[in-house]
């Protein structure tokens, strides 16, 4: 005969840890999200509409990583031209699949990755020595910053317009422009020796000295408490009490449903806890879950009701750092209260 004790244990037990089910709704609701992005890049591929798959795989991607569709975007980099984007693609995805042990999906990303390098166009950017010595000297490439490690290197880039531009603190700034072809192609940027700039970099505003205030002859004003008087921590103490109140009552409930349980169970089984009858047993079992529940739902309720009691009477006039935490476990959930009183 199963017991009954375990269902109510299970109902309470729900009850104290409904928190906890927050986080799993949402890595549910991204793996969701995610799968219906990639349901629709997979049917904007077929369309050959690539540019707007594309994206729906990086938000993909982006809410729920996943290595099938790490590779199937390497793929639609690939079929929309950026060929450099679908090599490292595709050997990041290689990466991950090696790493996870997937073999075949890791072989078939580098597959694909060596049969893209030769066909990669390359953008050297090369830098006069002179700008490397400026402080605060920066090179950006269609937005992004350029590692100094990569200058003078050839680095594998898309085929299409590159914006390169290079900055620094007082002086001015140099922007060039280059159009990078498709298959192989190669292309070089040399940024000059940066000019100084005609106006000189803005000195930063002088901090005033703090004014040395006298204090007034006579009682001081009342303190401007605004947002901070504690009505905050008196409505939480009411809300805490509050619940504090129902906890109790769900252990009176439970506590007059042992009772009565176990009345029933005495008048079926007069020798107490040997029983031949199976409603007795069952009465008895009944009793005993009951009585659980009743005692774990007045400790938390009797702690909740003096939780909300101090905070409502220790609620200051003046600032003061109090603050309630819920405190939630694997084996049990309530409040927490710490600060300064």
Not at 151 to 159: I, K, L, R, S
Request: include cysteine; hydrophobic fraction near 45%.
């Amino acid at each position: 005969m199963r017991s009954r004790v375990t269902p109510m244990l299970a109902a309470f037990a729900a009850f104290v840890h409904f928190t906890s089910a927050a986080p799993v709704a949402a890595q549910t609701s991204d793996r969701v999200a995610a799968e219906a992005l990639f349901e629709q890049a997979r049917t904007l591929m077929e369309a050959k509409r690539y540019d707007e798959a594309c994206t729906k795989f990086e938000q993909s991607q982006r809410i729920d990583p996943a290595i099938g569709t790490l590779l199937y975007l390497a793929d639609c980099y690939e079929r929309s031209g950026r060929l450099a984007s679908a090599w490292a693609t595709f050997r990041e995805g290689a990466s991950v699949a090696r790493a996870a042990g997937q073999a075949e999906r890791a072989a078939a990303g580098e597959k694909r990755a060596e049969l893209l390098a030769a066909r990669l166009s390359k953008l050297v950017i090369e830098v006069a020595a002179s700008n490397r010595d400026i402080a605060g000297f920066v090179v950006t490439r269609r937005g992004a910053s350029v590692d100094p490690g990569v200058f003078g290197v050839e680095v594998p880039v898309d085929p299409g317009p590159h914006e390169i531009t290079a900055r620094a603190p007082g002086y001015q700034d140099f922007t060039a422009t280059v159009k990078v072809g498709e298959s192989a192609a190669r292309e070089r940027v040399t940024i000059p020796p940066l000019e100084r700039s005609a106006q000189p970099a803005a000195a930063p505003e002088p901090v005033a000295a703090p004014a040395v205030v006298t204090p007034p002859v006579g009682p001081p004003p009342p303190a401007d408490r605004g947002t901070r008087d504690g009505s905050g921590q008196r409505t939480a103490g009411l809300v805490v009490g509050g619940l504090g109140v129902v906890g109790v009552g769900v252990g009176a409930f439970f506590g007059l449903r042992a009772i009565g349980k176990n009345d029933d169970a005495k008048a079926l089984c007069p020798r107490g806890n040997v029983c031949d009858e199976p409603r007795g047993v069952d009465l008895t079992d009944d009793a005993k879950g009951a009585a659980l529940v009743s005692n774990i739902a007045f400790g938390v309720g009797a702690a909740a009701v003096i939780g909300g009691a101090v905070l409502y009477l220790t609620a200051p006039s003046s600032p003061a750092g109090v603050r309630l935490y819920p405190a939630v476990s694997t084996r049990a959930g309530g409040l927490s209260l710490g600060g300064r009183f």
